[in-house]
Every structure is written in structure tokens, then in C-alpha cells.
């Protein structure tokens, strides 16, 4: 591992997905800001390439990434090459939204970043001193509440309602709310924006583009930020992003969610869809508290901080180094399927 002075360590972002952009790159501004180096390694044919800044300093391949030598390298996923130097740190894509192996100790990671009560408390549970959790907050969220300046493209004088939907086959809810959603945009007066995850398929993207028109609007962007400023009401499923916009103490409208709380509003057949988002418009008080209590356990920072907290966590352990963990299990598999992704198969 390189030593470099707190002003200019060495920093190296893993990315295959584009929502890890709106989670790294308030990071990177943090380490810029103090005299760091960011570099970006995509590996090819990744969905994250088509949202690369010609101004990113991405590295081609395992060799320059060697000669970079970073000092800790971060990502937003589960996997992390182990043969890259530095630190490894994750720093989470979203929050526990009940799918599988959220918590999931995988012997791939030195440092983990929670974003708050929750997280924090899981892992811990999970500790066998291969690794070590600091909460700092979760970077992504820095400028939540801080107005956007794309939010004008997307505002309307109507109700907003944002369908965001997991991608999950067994979990989303884009077959099932399709025909609604068409009859909806048609008969209330409300304003659509549709989302959909980076891993959906060619079908249901070509499904909910077929229905754009003025009161839908289909977007692909690796920022969603200014999508859940100017949005009313989210309609999901089971996905991290209820807790997102739910952080604005705003109402979420989930179908089948697989871990169903009082937070949000659930409910289990398609076409009770209107009628929830309806429910979700106006609001009873009752569940505003729900879901105000539901915010303080799981991000508790609403001072726009936690990427300058991740940036100290991660010094702090750069310089403490990794010699007081224990050795970390060999994990074979999932070590030579990343090789095998990246064609690196040297073991030095």
C-alpha cells in the first residue's frame, strides 16, 4: 500500500452501474477538495460507461491500475477485486430494503461505510474482526435537501407521482402495474415519471417508453436526485428507494413490498393502485409520523457531511493500515469469477 500525506492519497472508484455515480461522486468532490486523486476503473461493456464525464480520469486496465496505486478503493456494489491495492471499502448502493444478502459478509472488504442505526447494528452483529464499520452517513444523500438545478426541467404545476420499480424478476412490479399506469396517465391529472433500474430488461424498457406522451415522461439518468425533489408521491416495490424519498418526509406507495412496514403504504393487488397513490396524496398525519421515525433509524444526518465523514473514516484507516483484521475468508469462487471478468489471472 502506498503513504501519502492526508492531502494527496489516492483514490480509486470501482463502478459497473450508473446509480454509483450519484454515490461516489460526492466523495470524489470531498477528496478533491483535499488535494486528493480520484480515478475511475469501468470495467467494459459495463452500463456505467455511457455516463463517464469526459473529464473523469478512468484507468483502461489492472496495469494502470497497479501504476496508480491507489490507497483505498471504493464501491457502492458487493464485489471488489481483491488484487486491487489499497484499502477496500464499501460504501453501499442503497438501504435494507428486505431483498437477500444485504447482509452479506463476503471476505472482500476492509471497511464498511453504514449509513446509519440499522446498518450499523447488522453488521456489527456479523463482525468476525475480518473488517471494521464506521457510520458516517451516506454520501449519496449530501444534497438531498439541497434544491437541485435540473429540478426545473421536471417540474409541473400537478401532482407528480415517480414510478421507480426494482429489478428484481421476482420482485418488480412493472408487468403487473403496466396496464394501470397506461390507464392512469390518461384519465387523472397527474404528472409521470418513470425510472426504471439500470438492470431492467429491453422489454420493459421498450414497455414504459411505448407510453410516453405529456403526462409521462420516461427518464434514463445516472442522477436521480432532482427526480425525488420535484416528485409528490413514489410508486416502487421493493427497493432501497422507498427509504430515499421517504427521507424528505414524503409519501411512498409500495406493491407487494417483500418486507411490508408502517412507514409506507402497501398494498397487494394492482388494481388498488390509484386509490393508494390517492391515499398517498393526502397525507394523514398519523403516517408522517410513521415515517419521521422510520428516517431517524435509518440516516439520521441531515447536515449534508456523511462524504466528508467517509473520507475521514477512510484516512483514519489508511493510516491505521489493515494489519490488526484477520485474515479473510478465500472465497474462491467469487475471487476467480472476478478475474475471469477483468482477464487477470496473475496472483501477485
Known sequence: M?????????????????????ILRPIAEEVVNKG???????????EAENYLKNEDNRLIDIKAVKMFKPDAVLAPGNCM????????VQVFHGFDSGKKNKFNVRGLF??????????????????????????????????????????????????????????????TSTYQLFPFIE???????WQW???????ATQAEIDMYKSLECSQLRFIETSD??????????????????????????????????????????NFTEAEQVSEKISLALNIKPEQLDKIKQHCRSIHPYCDGQSSARVVAAIESKIRQGVSHLKRKPLNLIRRLKLRKKLKYYRWA
Open 193 to 199: 415519471i418513470v425510472k426504471l433500474h439500470p438492470k
Open 224 to 265: 436521480i436526485m432532482p427526480l425525488l425533489q420535484v416528485s409528490d408521491v413514489l410508486l416502487s416495490d421493493t427497493s432501497s428507494i422507498l427509504a430515499e424519498f421517504a427521507l424528505q418526509q414524503k409519501p411512498v406507495v409500495a406493491l407487494n413490498n417483500r418486507r411490508p412496514e408502517g412507514w409506507m403504504i
Open 2 to 22: 502506498s503513504l501519502n500525506t492526508d492531502e494527496n492519497y489516492r483514490y480509486l472508484f470501482y463502478v459497473t452501474l450508473s446509480y454509483s455515480y450519484s
Open 183 to 189: 390507464q392512469l396517465r390518461r384519465e387523472k391529472d
Open 110 to 171: 476492509d471497511l464498511y461505510c453504514t449509513q446509519g442505526p440499522n446498518i450499523t447494528k447488522g453488521f456489527n452483529e456479523l463482525q468476525d474482526g475480518t473488517f471494521d464499520v464506521i457510520e458516517t452517513g451516506w454520501s449519496k444523500l449530501d444534497k438531498l435537501f439541497i434544491p437541485h438545478c435540473d429540478n426545473e426541467k421536471y417540474s409541473i404545476d400537478r401532482p407528480v407521482i415517480l414510478y421507480a420499480p426494482t429489478f428484481s424478476p421476482k420482485l
Open 81 to 88: 477485486p481483491d488484487f486491487f491495492p489499497g484499502i477496500k
Open 36 to 46: 486528493g486523486e480520484v480515478a475511475w476503473f469501468i470495467p467494459d461493456g459495463s
